[in-house]
T-cell receptor, first 113, second 111 residues
């Protein structure tokens, strides 16, 4: 069973605010990912990390940034939220030893007003 | 051409019947293949993984892989209304450190 946590689960915030979405996993996985998904739409990879101090941009351009200072923690930050950032943000993790089998957190539903 | 393609559906199947979900992928040397189930408003949940040609069964679910045809499928036997969800196919492309997901197939099981 996967143990991956995201906070907050729901967030409503005004335009221009800085926000950080938290993601933590207790499985010791070296790889972590952030996806963005609108209702009924495809998953879009926005950031990923191979390990501590390693981050890469994903397939979908995003105004967000990430950091990976600790193995278990992969926060995503939006410096200035806009209504176009309204979406569901999903964090996932995997390990090479399990052939990159990914486990997802419960997600954060973000609404920017 | 997308790297991983699925029929977006919706696919409608009567309760008790077999639901068949299909996925094709472009990278011939892909190694790992996964099926995820996603209920509306929830995050994807891993339900099957398959790495070798042939069939892999787990309860009512059977994953089938044909690397020569670059094709992976998921069969759900004795479909239940609770199986109604979007099913995502994911492929680990060779040399990549991430999975590539298909767009998902929306499945509805009719009582």
């Amino acid at each position: 069973e996967a143990d991956i946590y995201q906070t907050p689960r729901y967030l409503v915030i005004g335009t221009g605010k800085k926000i950080t979405l938290e993601c933590s996993q207790t499985m010791g996985h070296d790889k972590m990912y952030w996806y963005q998904q609108d209702p009924g739409m495809e998953l879009h990879l926005i950031h990923y990390s191979y390990g501590v101090n390693s981050t890469e941009k994903g397939d979908l351009s995003s105004e967000s940034t990430v950091s990976r200072i600790r193995t278990e923690h992969f926060p995503l930050t939006l410096e200035s939220a806009r209504p176009s950032h309204t979406s569901q943000y999903l964090c996932a993790s995997s390990a090479m030893t399990t052939r990159l089998k990914q486990y997802f957190g419960p997600g954060t539903r973000l609404t920017v007003t | 051409q997308k790297e991983v393609e699925q029929n977006s559906g919706p696919l409608s199947v009567p309760e008790g019947a077999i639901a068949s979900l299909n996925c094709t992928y472009s990278d011939r040397v892909s190694q790992s293949f996964f099926w995820y189930r996603q209920y509306s408003g929830k995050s994807p949940e891993l339900i099957m993984s398959i790495y070798s040609n042939g069939d892999k069964e787990d309860g009512r679910f059977t994953a089938q892989l044909n690397k020569a045809s670059q094709y992976v499928s998921l069969l759900i036997r004795d479909s239940q209304p609770s199986d109604s969800a979007t099913y995502l196919c994911a492929v680990n492309m060779a040399g990549a450190q991430k999975l590539v997901f298909g767009q998902g197939t929306r499945l509805t099981i009719n009582p």
